[in-house]
């Protein structure tokens, strides 16, 4: 199965800071199936991309996403209250789908 | 509106049988594959497994022997069994609906399932 590794465990930052979250496969994602969620306390997983860098509907574009092979990265260019949570990726290019361990972003 | 809920006993004893049920309203679950993914503390996200309306599944090897996932098109609804439950099956269960191959959305609130006697 592949294995995603999400870098940093926590990012500590203020609103209106940029943020860049990382995410590597153990192995190639086949045809840049990755995605992002957005999880915050007492919440199911809300999806935030999908293909690498298509936002789901309603996301704002402050969110953005990138990568290809085993290497990808969410980026929220200007963080909002509301965008402090914990965020996954998840690969859907095998089975089993897997996703990584989550990147918490705090307020700093 | 796409929406789902899931259902079942929030407590079950070590060996038994642990089973959910995930009410679909807003679109015919046969449109789309549906899924189960668990999410505890100590392993983080994990996708149980999916199943699309005729009756065509795919599971999570790690679980693969006692996971069964089933559709009923009359009801709408979904179904997860997972046999021979310990306490490291505790975890807050979602099902959730599979798009484009494998992506999530939307999902379930989720249900804490607790496995003690």
């Known amino acids: 199965e592949i294995v995603l590794t999400q870098s940093p465990g926590i990012l500590s930052l203020s609103p209106g800071e940029g943020a860049t979250l990382s995410c590597r496969a153990s192995?190639?994602?086949?045809?840049?199936?990755l995605a992002w969620y957005q999880q915050k306390p007492g919440q199911a997983p809300r999806l935030l991309i999908y293909?690498?860098?298509s936002r789901a509907t309603g996301i704002p574009d402050r969110f953005s996403g990138s990568g290809s092979g085993t290497d990808f990265t969410l980026t929220i260019s200007r963080l909002e209250p509301e965008d402090f949570a914990v965020y996954y990726c998840?690969?859907?290019?095998?089975?089993?789908?897997?996703f990584g361990q989550g990147t918490k972003v705090e307020i700093k | 509106q796409v929406q789902l809920q899931e259902s079942g006993p929030g407590l079950v004893k070590p060996s038994e049988t642990l089973s959910l049920t995930c009410t679909v309203s807003?679109?015919?679950?046969?449109?789309?594959?549906w899924s189960w993914i668990r999410q505890s503390p100590g392993k983080g996200l994990e996708w149980i497994g999916n199943?699309?309306?005729?009756?065509?599944?795919n599971y999570n090897p790690s679980l693969k022997s006692r996971v069964t996932i089933s559709a009923d098109t009359s009801k709408n609804q979904f179904s997860l069994e997972l046999t021979s439950v310990t306490a490291a099956d505790t975890a807050v269960y979602y099902c959730?609906?599979?798009?484009?191959?494998?992506?999530?959305?939307?999902w379930g609130q989720g249900t804490l399932v607790t496995v003690s006697s």
């Open positions: 959730t609906r599979a798009k484009g191959g494998g992506w999530f959305d939307p």
């Open positions: 807003g679109v015919s679950i046969s449109s789309s594959y």
């Open positions: 199943v699309f309306h005729s009756g065509s599944t």
């Open positions: 192995q190639s994602v086949s045809s840049g199936f």
């Open positions: 293909g690498v860098f």
């Open positions: 998840q690969q859907y290019g095998s089975s089993p789908r897997t």
